[in-house]
Structures are given as structure tokens and as C-alpha cells.
């Protein structure tokens, strides 16, 4: 084949394959078959590649359609590890599709929720399903059966619902809207905090919370407008309070190093591990980084990030999931690479210092490559190449903390804050790092 046929078939092939990314939002485009393009493109654009996957031997009906499926996997591999945006976005749906895997693991050992029901605000009907409880979350579904749907000529949507929980328990609560589906709009609602642990450990046989039923309305200005509230009673089988918890009891001391790994709550859907403390005079720990637990027979349970920064002053709640509530292996052992350190740094800027600035934070290099106003405000440009940088905890200017975190790709992250000019400005940066230090702590469940 030609260079001029080989370059074609490539620019085709990348053509098809940003299309394609784009009809993952615009439901106008049809991702499937530009994946499907693309793989086919890439694949004569390559011999290589195509010798390599003519190589595999399904059976000969198959052997097209695993040549393009294996090519795609291909694709979505590479732009997971090249593309930030892509990468955003894989997270976010691996995180909506394995979240409430502990929950699942339940239900197939026999696990039952409380019973689901319906309730009617200003007119909208919204079944409310899927309901677990344990220590430290209240987890629901809700489904607008009746959603008004409004969309303009190009066949955008012109209008969103939200329901929030705004009354319950000291709770702090995380909703994840799963969006309009033929009419009927879906959210899921996790309950959080000490206020459901509370009434966990009480065991009481009703839950009252209050929703609020919001719609939005898209246009020149975005606006929202409450539709109404409604209270929500649970009733709550006793059954459901069944929690076990293992002390640890193991100190890591290292320098000037001292994490106290305290206990694990198990419940049937999900784990908690809590644990506090922190290096003296730089910061406190964040919890285990790279941990999980193995039975004997093998089995292997990872941490959840999703709820792992829930806690109070001196102890921080991590997540595992599944849980090992319904493994009959009596020994296990916990295993992690180190603690994750939070250690704030403080610098004066200005905004017409000479730019990059370096902060040394427990060995990582925090640079500062700009710091502008722009038609967004007081934007600051932070870049962290270092394998050891985990996440900011805290980014804040003269103690306001940014209206808008922008791009944050090839190790850069754009923060803006809203917040007068003035000559002199204290930014106070809190990256969470990684202290590596190897932990196995080997533990029974009686």
C-alpha cells in the first residue's frame, strides 16, 4: 500500500475517532460506528497492527468483528493514557458503573434493602428505589416518571431537574444525576456522615428526610426554579442493623511519621477503615494510599475513593468495596503502599513577580508557571511532575478559595479566583503526597 493510502486511511481514522468522542456527548453523532470506522482505518493504515491482529484465531465467523473490537479496546487504552479528557471521562463513568458494587455483592448473598415506594411533589410522581442503609450511608434511587421534557430545534435539552436532600440527620449528601431516559429522570442520592451513624447505631425504625424537587431552565441565562418539597419516611427492617468492627490497634511510626490504623467497620455493602494522624510540624495523613485487603482464599478487596474523604477532626473513613462481610475465610491481611501526607505551603505573589516560582513541598516540586487576570479573573497556572503528587486538598488566595477550577491536564491544573487586585496576594497551597512506606497487617474475623 502507498504512503499517500496509508496517510488516508490515518487522517480518516483520527477524523472518525474525535467525532466519535464527541457523540459520547452530543447524542446527534453516532459513536459506535466512528469507533468502528476508526479501528478499520488505523488497521489499513498499519500492517503491522493488522499482521499482529490477523494473528488471533476465533472462529473464522468471528474473526472480523474481534479484529475491530480488539482494535477499539486498543484506542480506548491509548487515549485513557494520552488523552486527560478522555481519561476525565472513563473515571467518571468507572466510577458510576463499579460504585455500588458492594451493594450488588449484597443483594446476590441475600441482602434486602427497604421496601421501595412512590411520592407525588406539585405534580411529579418520583418512585424512590433501590434503598440500603448502613454505618455511614443512607443510598437511594429516585425516578421523575412524569418529566417534562423541552428541547429546541436542534433537539437540545432545554430543561434539567435536580432533587437534593435538604433536611435529615447533620447529613452531608452526594447526588449523581444519571440524566432524562424517555421522559423519566434519574438520580442517585448517597447520605453521608456522622448524622446516619448516628441513627445507625441507635437503630431506629424510621427514617425521616426531607427532597426538593428543582427544574432548570437552559437560555440566554441559566436559571433554576423549586418546584417543591416533600418529606420521606423510611421504615426500616432490624434486620438491616448488622455491622461487625475489628480493631487494628497498629501504630506506623517512621521519623517523625505516626499514623494510628485504628479499626475496619464491615457491614453487608460496603468496609470502613478509620485511621488518623500525620507527620509532626508538616501535616496530617489522608488515609492509606494503594491499600487492600486479602482473604487466604485470595480474594482481593480494593478501596473506593468515592466516600474515602468522609471523617471528623482526628479520623478519616476510607471505603472498600465489596465488603468482606459474606467471605467465610477467617483470616485476612491489609496491604498498602504508604499514607497519603497533606502538606500546605504559604507564598506571597504578586502579580507582576517573574514567573515560574517553586514551592518544595515533602520533597515534590509545586511550581507556579503563572499567575494573570483574565477575562475569568485571578488565574493561576500549577504544575506537579512528580509520580508522588496525588491531589490538592486545599488551594486558596488570601483565604478565598477559587470560584472555578479550569483545565487540569499534563500535570497542570488551572485555578481562578474572583477576588479584588491588590499588590500583594498570600496563596496557600495543601497538595496531598505520597509517603511510601510498605504496610501488612494481618487480622481475624470472629
Do not use: W
Not at 456527548?25 to 498499519?46: A, E, G, H, R
Not at 485513557?80 to 473515571?91: D, K
Not at 453487608?268 to 485487603?293: A, V
Not at 503502599?337 to 518544595?360: C, Q, S
Request: with cysteine; net charge negative.
Amino acid at each position: 500500500m502507498s504512503k499517500l493510502k496509508k496517510a488516508m486511511y490515518l487522517l480518516v481514522g483520527l477524523i472518525a475517532f474525535v467525532l466519535g468522542f464527541i457523540g459520547i456527548f452530543l447524542p446527534l453523532l453516532p459513536t459506535t460506528p466512528l469507533f468502528l470506522l476508526t479501528s478499520f482505518c488505523l488497521l489499513k493504515s498499519s500492517e503491522k497492527l493488522n499482521e499482529k491482529l490477523n494473528s488471533i484465531k476465533p472462529n473464522k465467523k468471528y474473526k472480523s468483528v474481534s479484529k475491530y473490537l480488539v482494535s477499539s479496546v486498543l484506542i480506548c487504552i491509548l487515549s485513557y493514557g494520552f488523552i486527560p479528557s478522555f481519561r476525565i471521562f472513563a473515571n467518571n463513568v468507572f466510577e458510576y458503573i463499579f460504585g455500588d458494587l458492594g451493594i450488588e455483592n449484597a443483594v446476590q448473598n441475600g441482602y434486602k434493602g427497604i421496601e421501595n415506594q412512590t411520592i407525588n411533589i406539585s405534580g411529579y410522581d418520583i418512585e424512590i428505589s433501590n434503598i440500603y442503609i448502613d454505618s455511614l450511608r443512607l443510598s437511594f434511587d429516585t425516578t421523575i416518571k412524569n418529566a417534562e421534557v423541552e428541547k429546541d430545534k436542534q433537539g437540545n435539552y432545554m430543561n434539567t431537574y435536580f432533587i437534593n436532600v435538604v433536611d435529615g440527620y447533620e447529613l452531608g449528601s452526594i447526588t449523581v444525576d444519571h440524566g432524562l431516559n424517555d421522559n423519566r429522570f434519574n438520580t442517585n442520592i448517597q447520605i453521608i456522615g456522622d448524622g446516619i451513624t448516628k441513627l445507625y447505631n441507635e437503630k431506629k425504625d424510621k427514617i425521616e428526610i426531607k427532597l426538593r424537587l428543582t427544574e432548570g431552565q437552559y437560555g440566554e441565562i441559566y436559571e433554576e426554579e423549586i418546584i417543591g418539597e416533600k418529606k420521606v419516611l423510611f421504615n426500616i427492617p432490624k434486620e438491616i442493623y448488622d455491622s461487625k468492627t475489628i480493631n487494628l490497634n497498629k501504630t506506623v511510626t517512621d521519623g517523625k511519621l505516626k499514623v494510628d490504623i485504628k479499626d475496619l467497620k464491615i457491614s453487608p455493602t460496603m468496609m470502613y477503615l478509620r485511621s488518623g494522624g500525620g507527620i509532626d510540624g508538616i501535616g496530617d495523613s489522608f488515609g492509606l494510599y494503594n491499600f487492600k485487603i486479602v482473604s487466604e482464599k485470595g480474594q482481593i478487596y480494593k478501596d473506593n475513593m468515592i466516600l474515602s474523604a468522609t471523617g471528623d477532626k482526628d479520623n478519616l473513613r476510607q471505603t472498600i468495596v465489596p465488603s468482606i462481610y459474606y467471605d467465610d475465610s477467617k483470616k485476612f491481611s491489609l496491604k498498602a503502599d504508604g499514607f497519603l501526607i497533606g502538606h500546605k505551603a504559604e507564598v506571597n505573589i504578586r502579580l507582576d513577580d517573574t514567573y515560574p516560582k517553586k514551592i518544595n513541598c515533602l520533597g515534590t516540586d509545586i511550581t507556579i508557571n503563572k499567575f494573570e487576570r483574565n477575562d475569568k479573573g485571578l488565574n493561576i497556572e500549577i504544575e506537579v511532575n512528580d509520580s508522588n503528587f496525588s491531589y490538592f486538598g486545599d488551594v486558596n488566595l488570601d483565604g478565598s478559595y477559587c470560584a472555578e477550577e479550569g483545565y487540569s491536564e499534563n500535570n497542570t491544573h488551572e485555578f481562578v479566583f474572583n477576588i479584588k487586585e491588590k499588590d500583594n496576594y498570600k496563596l496557600i497551597v495543601e497538595p496531598i503526597i505520597k509517603y511510601k512506606i510498605p504496610i501488612d497487617i494481618d487480622f481475624t474475623k470472629e
